[in-house]
C-alpha cells in the first residue's frame, strides 16, 4: 500500500491525490500538453487502459469549451510504457450543449520520434448542466457489503502479484465472482467490485474512465488464462458520482473469433447509474 | 415499396442492390471519395445515421488494408441531408490482425465549403480469417415467427409515416413492442424486429451497420414523443452473416439527464450474435 494510502484517515481530496498528480498534463502550446505516465497504473509492466483514457480525458477537458467526458471512444493502437509522453488534441466542433474533440496519445521511439499509442474521438458536456429527470430499469449490481468482498492484500497470494497499479485502487471484489483466484473459475463471464482510489480520494467523472477499466479481466472468469488487450473502449458518463465508494459489475456475454466484448457499469453510493462502457478486446491465450 | 423490392422475387445480390448502389463511394484521390447520400433512407428528411455509417465504413473498408469494420465508433456533429457529399479518410495504423482508420464524411455549405457531418474511428479486420470457436451466454431476442410481426405496410395508419426509409426495409415488428404505435407505449425501452433490406439482398458487414439503427427508437416505447438524435455510436461486428433475415433487438435502461444509451443486439439465422452496438442519444421532446 502506498504511503499516500497508509494516510487515508486523512482522505485525499480532488485535486490533490495520487491519481490527480498521475494524469497532470503541461500545456506545451494550444492543444498539445506533456505528460509522463507513471508507473504506479501497470499490470505486469503494461499501463492500464483506463488511466490512459483518463490522461486523453483530462487533455480534452483543458481543451474544449465544455468539462465533462459525456462519450469517448478510444481505439488501442501500440503498447504504452511508463515514461514521457505528449497528448495532442484537435476541436472538430463547438455546440452549445456538446463539443466534440479529438486527441491522440504520443510516445517516442529510439530515435525520439513519436510513436502513436491511443486516438479518442469524444464529445464533451457538463453534466452539472443537466436537468435532473431520470427514468431507468437499472439496478445496481448484486454484491455484499465491501467488508464481506476481498482486494489483493487479503489473500495469502495476492491477486495481481506485481501490480503496481493494486497499491493505488481500493478494489474489493464480491467473492462469487473470485472462483478464478482460487483456480475454481465459474465459467460465467462476470466479475462485481468495491471501486476507490487507495488514498480516499472521491470519485469525479476523470475517475470513472480509469473505474470501467479497473477490475481483472472477465475472462478470468471464463477459465481463460492469458492477455485480454484492449481494442476498442466506449464511455458514456452519464452522471457526476456522489462520494463514497463507487460498485463496478463487469460482464462478457459473446466470445467469439478471438475477440469478447466487456461492458461496465459503474453505480455510485446514491444508487446512480453514472457510467457505462463497452469495449472489445482479444483473447490472447496465455 | 421501390421498383427493385416489387421484384423481390428475383432477391438482389450483394454488390447490386439499393443498399449498394446508395452507398457507392467513388475515389477522387488516395484516401478520399465523392458520393451522393439519397433520399431513400431518411426519415421525415433525416438521412438515417446507420446509412451514413455504412458509407464511411464502406470507405475505410477501400482505403485500410483489411476488409471488415470489426469496431467502429462515430460521433455525429451536424445533420446530414441528401446530396453530395465527400468522405476523407485517414490510415491511423496498419497491423497484422487489424489496421485502424480515421475517417470524416463532409457535406457543403451555401459557399461550396465543406462542412463536416461525422467523424469515425475504426479497427478494420478480416472476419473470414478469424478462428470459430464461440462461447456465449447470449440468446437470441424472444420474437414471434415472421409472419407474426408487423411493419409499416401493415396498418391503415403507416408506422413510419413520410419516411423514404421504410420502403427500402423489410421491417416487421414483434408486437409485444408495437404498443406505441396504438398509443399505449408498455414504458419499457424495448424493441425487437426482423430485418433485411426490401430487395432481399443478404445481410453482409456493412449492411450490420444499418441494422442496428434501423428500428424506431426505444424511446417510443417509453411513452416519449419526438425526436432522439444520435450524439455517438460503436459499432462491434462480430461475424459474418449468414443469408436470410436477421433478428434485431434494441434496449434502453437507463435515461438520465436528457440523454439516453441504446444497445442494439444483431442475429443472423443461423442463430449467431453477428453484431453489437451501443450509442448516446439525446431526448428532445416533441
Redesign the interface.
Known sequence: MSDAASAAAARALIGDSEFDRDTAVFRREEGVYDLELSAGWTILGAVNGGYLLAVLGRALGDALPHPDP??I?A?Y??ASRPGKAVVRTRT??TGR??S?G?ASLFQYDEEGDEV?RI?????YGD?AG?????????TPPPIPPLEQCFGPEDGPDPLQGGSAIAGRLMLKLDPATLGWALGQPSG??EMRAWFGLADGRDADPLSLLLAVDALPPTAFE?GLQGWVPT??L?V?V??RPAPGPLRVSIST???????L?EDAEVWDSAD??VA?S?Q?A?VRLG
Do not use: I, W
Open positions: 459525456f462519450t471512444s481505439h493502437l501500440t472538430v466542433r450543449t456538446l466534440t479529438q502513436e486516438r479518442v474521438l469524444a464529445s453534466l443537466l436537468p435532473d429527470d431520470v427514468r431507468t430499469t437499472a460465467k463471464g471464463m481494442v476498442e466506449t458514456h452519464r452522471q456475454r459473446n466470445l467469439a473469433g478471438g475477440f466484448e446512480r447509474l457505462q463497452r472489445l482479444r
